[in-house]
């Protein structure tokens, strides 16, 4: 990934999300199968999500943004609901890979650090993440911060963009996400009790930042 002077140095080599070495060493790899990993977020556990890119790499043969481009979707389908299947919803999600994949081929190239390679802002990044099918405002603010916290992509206006709330961006150890699990788990516990709907709601502030 490209980074800029004033990032850390050295890249992660695993993001440990899914608590198999061989995932999360390849999201942290592969900017494309990282993506796919928060597209598969939703209404499955972050192991489960994130455990999905090398999975769909072993069924599939790839994980390369214009080989899935250029499949067959329904072979895509099929390839998701095998058991055990890769999402909660699997055809919805095979659907939604395909799209993604087929916006990173189109637009730049199959080269998904381009998304934000050379852009002037955090805001820009923010904007083009939020475009891509399956991510959207909370995951590319999400996205943007771990680029930034653990990937050294620091475009213009950065640190005012990082969320005051704990995300996987914050996250460097199985430690880490338990702690981030067991909050968010939580705060939606206590907005349910409330009777309020926990999508409609932004977690909390840190008292302090990591």
């Known amino acids: 990934m490209s980074r800029t002077a004033t990032a850390a140095a050295g890249a992660p080599a695993r993001l440990p999300y899914s608590g ?43 994980v390369d943004a214009r080989k899935l481009a250029a499949m067959d979707v329904q072979r895509m389908r099929e390839a998701f609901a095998t058991p055990p299947a890769v999402h909660r919803f699997p055809g919805a999600m095979a659907e939604r890979v395909h799209t993604l994949a087929e916006v990173v081929a189109g637009e730049y190239g199959g080269d998904a650090t381009r ?11 923010k904007k083009r993440l939020a475009r891509l099918p399956g991510i959207g405002p909370m995951k590319s603010t999400v996205v943007s911060a771990l680029l ?15 969320p005051e709330f704990m995300t996987l961006a914050d996250v460097t150890t199985p430690e880490q ?9 939580a705060w939606k516990a206590s907005l349910r009790a409330q009777g309020l709907d926990p999508a409609k709601h932004t977690p909390p502030a840190r ?4």
Do not use: H
């Open 148 to 162: 930034a916290k653990q990937f050294g992509v620091r475009p213009r206006g950065w640190e005012k963009a990082m």
């Open 207 to 210: 008292t302090s930042k990591r």
């Open 115 to 125: 998304i934000w390679a050379g852009a002037e802002s955090v805001d820009e990044v």
């Open 20 to 62: 198999d070495d061989e995932a999360d060493r390849l999201i942290a790899a592969d900017p494309f199968a990282m993506l796919v990993g928060f597209v598969l977020d939703q209404q499955v556990t972050v192991q489960k999500a994130f455990a999905g890119p090398l999975e769909i790499r072993r069924r599939l043969g790839s």
């Open 177 to 185: 996400l338990a702690e981030y699990q067991a909050g968010k788990r």
